[in-house]
Antibody, heavy 119, light 112 residues
Framework: QVQLQESGPGLVKPSETLSLTCTVS????????WSWIRQTPGKGPEWIGN???????TYNPSLQSRVTMSVDVSKNHFSLRLRSVTAADTAVYFC?????????????WGQGTLVTVSS | QSVLTQPPSVSGAPGQRVTISCTGS?????????VHWYQHLPGAAPKLLIY???DRPSGVPDRFSGSKSGTSASLAISGLQAEDEADYYC????????????FGTGTKVTVL
């Protein structure tokens, strides 16, 4: 059974770069799409972007100018970098798997990691 | 950010049936894109409940069912149980945002 686990700093200073890694166990990154999703308290989740094992990416247009995703198949993990963060980027960040481009549900998800942007 | 609208809360007694609506528009649900539903317990990973309107992953009880009509979708929970108390989110695809996977505003289900 595939499991995902997010890791990274829980506190990031304004204007700096948020960096998170999602480690996949029980399966290979060489299939499916891999996603980052975030959620601020009291709001619905927001899709950040997808990456395929080839490195091909698709990003949310509202975040595209600040987001970079990467994948390391040999280490079975993929990563998120979000530049120039502000308090509005404070959220719980989840990683998840998407079966295929046109099978666009997310399953499974990681438990999520809270990232706070504050000086 | 959420382009799919859900009621903030619904409640029901154990054994009752509750429904959660998910209202979209002609650029997402109304355009024929599939709707998926998730259950989120505090501190846990969100769990896929329904995909493609009314398909259930292995292990999800048939008490959970989905439907879609026009620009809206619904999740029904029959035989409500205490363990169903959680947040529920719908999700679809939206063509107006240059290809974007969109979520609902979320509904808190309370078991009375």
């Amino acid at each position: 059974q595939v499991q995902l686990q997010e890791s990274g700093p829980g506190l990031v200073k304004p204007s700096e770069t948020l960096s998170l890694t999602c480690t996949v166990s029980g399966g290979s990154l060489s299939t499916h799409y891999w996603s980052w999703i975030r959620q601020t308290p009291g709001k619905g989740p927001e899709w950040i972007g997808n990456i395929f094992h080839s490195g091909s990416t698709t990003y949310n247009p509202s975040l595209q100018s600040r987001v970079t995703m990467s994948v390391d198949v040999s280490k079975n993990h993929f990563s998120l970098r979000l530049r120039s963060v502000t308090a509005a980027d404070t959220a719980v960040y989840f990683c998840a798997r998407m079966p295929a481009r046109w099978e666009y549900w997310f399953d499974p998800w990681g438990q999520g990691t809270l990232v706070t942007v504050s000086s | 950010q959420s382009v799919l609208t859900q009621p903030p809360s619904v409640s029901g007694a154990p054994g009752q049936r509750v429904t959660i609506s998910c209202t979209g528009s002609s650029s997402n649900i109304g355009a024929g894109y599939d709707v998926h539903w998730y259950q989120h317990l505090p501190g846990a990973a969100p769990k896929l409940l329904i995909y493609n309107h009314n398909d259930r992953p292995s292990g999800v009880p048939d008490r959970f069912s989905g439907s879609k009509s026009g620009t809206s979708a619904s999740l029904a929970i029959s035989g409500l149980q205490a363990e169903d108390e959680a947040d529920y989110y719908c999700q679809s695809y939206d063509i107006s945002l240059s290809g974007n996977y969109v979520f609902g505003t979320g509904t808190k289900v309370t078991v009375l």
